[in-house]
T-cell receptor, first 113, second 111 residues
Framework: SQQGEEDPQALSIQEGENATMNCSYKTSINNLQWYRQNSGRGLVHLILIRSNEREKHSGRLRVTLDTSKKSSSLLITASRAADTASYFC?????????????FGEGTQLTVNP | DGGITQSPKYLFRKEGQNVTLSCEQNLNHDAMYWYRQDPGQGLRLIYYSQIVNDFQKGDIAEGYSVSREKKESFPLTVTSAQKNPTAFYLCATTGWTYGYTFGSGTRLTVV
């Protein structure tokens, strides 16, 4: 079952612009994570935000979490062509889900040079 | 990738054949996972194991089998009962604190 749903499915921007991706989920969570996947490769963990946190930063990444709306957003500032990839949110519902991650279907980001 | 290795990178399966995908990690993590990814889609959980000699079915376990005899290894067998096995298979492990570490994947094709 897909817990997270990303929006938009695809996003195309120019280098230097900011990119915002959104994720909605259905059940209560322990934490929410964002991953990046380059074409044909494995996923790379970007950032984890716990259910009691509202915002987190890591370099050019900013993640927000609104548990009342069951939604999260990932902001990439000053994008670069190398940021071109698919971005996935994943939710960890803790013991009730067997402590496993459930992934959304991803946002394909294209950054044009 | 980061202490977790999947092999082979590409695998071809004939109709009615069982094939085994390898996943090895040297991160000393207890938990390991197998996901399937179809083109343009997210990841779906096949099987996971939180400790040696124990594993649980995920959302799409039918036609797959696993074993966890060693902490470092979590092989996945795609059996002939899996009617549509062509996909990208990803193995992952976690130490719980910093998220999952993924392997580089195995692309399985039915010929």
């Amino acid at each position: 079952s897909q817990q997270g749903e990303e929006d938009p499915q695809a996003l195309s921007i120019q280098e230097g612009e900011n990119a915002t991706m959104n994720c909605s989920y259905k059940t209560s969570i322990n934490n929410l994570q964002w991953y990046r996947q380059n074409s044909g490769r494995g996923l790379v963990h970007l950032i984890l935000i716990r259910s009691n946190e509202r915002e987190k930063h890591s370099g050019r990444l900013r993640v927000t979490l609104d548990t009342s709306k069951k939604s999260s957003s990932l902001l990439i500032t000053a994008s670069r062509a190398a940021d071109t990839a698919s971005y996935f949110c994943a939710t960890d519902a803790g013991e009730t889900s067997g402590s496993r991650l459930t992934f959304g279907e991803g946002t394909q980001l294209t950054v044009n040079p | 990738d980061g202490g977790i290795t999947q092999s082979p990178k590409y695998l071809f399966r004939k109709e009615g054949q069982n094939v085994t995908l390898s996943c090895e990690q040297n991160l000393n993590h207890d938990a390991m996972y197998w996901y399937r990814q179809d083109p343009g889609q997210g990841l779906r959980l096949i099987y996971y194991s939180q400790i040696v000699n124990d594993f649980q079915k995920g959302d799409i376990a039918e036609g797959y089998s696993v074993s966890r005899e060693k902490k470092e290894s979590f092989p996945l067998t795609v059996t002939s009962a899996q009617k549509n096995p062509t996909a990208f298979y990803l193995c992952a492990t976690t130490g719980w604190t910093y998220g999952y570490t993924f392997g580089s994947g195995t692309r399985l094709t039915v010929v």
